[in-house]
Nanobody
Framework: VQLQASGEVVVQAGGSLRLSCAAS????????MGWYRQAPGKQRELVAR???????NYADSVKGRFTISRDNAKNTVYLQMNSLKPDDTAVYYC???????????WGQGTLVTVFS
């Protein structure tokens, strides 16, 4: 399984952007898809995830600003990021998990830089 994320982005604080992650197979096979991020010198952390049921979870730091969604027809998951802050600067990783097989897949990482 390949997860292909959108490319590097540089955006001004207060701005918006949308990350996308396209899977090489039907995303119906994944129980969850999500986005994680890793800032320099910090551990990778969950940003948002969406279950096959449509249920979503968000990190407290992005609630109300970020929205995760999935387009099953396009096998793609999106992360809409609004009101961006310099603290959102990180490498963002797309993730997909199949609970039945235990397989976890990662995209290649997308650098998002937010400048003030």
């Amino acid at each position: 399984v390949q997860l292909q994320a959108s490319g590097e982005v540089v955006v001004q604080a207060g701005g918006s952007l949308r990350l996308s992650c396209a899977a090489s197979e039907s995303i119906f096979s994944f129980n969850t898809m999500g986005w994680y991020r890793q800032a320099p010198g910090k551990q990778r952390e969950l940003v948002a995830r969406i279950f096959s049921s449509g249920t979503t979870n968000y990190a407290d730091s992005v609630k109300g600003r970020f929205t995760i969604s999935r387009d099953n027809a396009k096998n793609t998951v999106y992360l809409q990021m609004n009101s961006l802050k310099p603290d959102d600067t990180a490498v963002y990783y797309c993730n997909a998990i199949n609970f039945h097989t235990g397989n976890i897949y990662w995209g290649q990482g997308t650098l998002v830089t937010v400048f003030s």
